[in-house]
């Protein structure tokens, strides 16, 4: 995506607007962090739509900060995922944001690699402990460097 590839720095703005871009012709509101609160059948509950402005922002601005960023990105991931900003369309808008910035960072995540099984128990575990070794490994088992070629 030509935009993300622009971008200086990945914001909170930038977020948006990917979500803008991807979702603008099917809702009115694509792009506008939600504003009630959320939770996925009782199991996972997702940040509060007053804090998510913040810390979505300190997230990014950490990452952008990050000496070592493969070794973070579980970490990263988890916290990007538990802001959960929009009320539709976090999933893959998140996916597309992260994969600009690991491809930033010398790594292709390849989604299609991904256990959807691991992958949603990885994030839970992350929501119950804060302990991101689980979404660190399958996040490691989907990535690996990037080439001059590759592309979003």
């Known amino acids: 995506m030509e935009y993300l590839r622009a971008q200086a720095r990945f914001t909170f703005d930038v977020w948006k ?13 694509a792009g506008e962090p939600r504003s009630i609160n959320m939770g996925r059948e009782g199991k996972i509950v997702f940040n509060t ?6 810390e979505a922002a300190a997230v990014l ?7 070592d960023f493969a070794a973070e990105m579980g ?10 900003p929009f009320r539709e369309g976090n999933g893959r808008t ?10 930033r960072r010398g790594l292709l995540i390849d989604w299609s690699r ?15 402990t804060l302990d991101a070794s ?14 001059p070629e590759d592309t979003l």
């Open 17 to 29: 607007h990917v979500h803008r871009i991807l979702f603008q012709d099917l809702y009115d509101w």
């Open 49 to 54: 739509a007053a804090e998510i402005p913040m």
């Open 61 to 67: 601005d950490r990452v952008e900060r990050s000496a």
């Open 75 to 84: 970490s990263f991931y988890a916290e990007m995922n538990f802001q959960h």
């Open 94 to 103: 998140l996916k597309l944001l992260f994969s600009a910035i690991a491809l």
């Open 114 to 128: 991904l256990d959807l099984e691991e992958y949603t128990g990885a994030l839970a575990h992350w929501q119950r």
């Open 134 to 147: 689980r979404i660190q490994a399958v996040l490691t088992a989907c990535a690996r460097p990037a080439e």
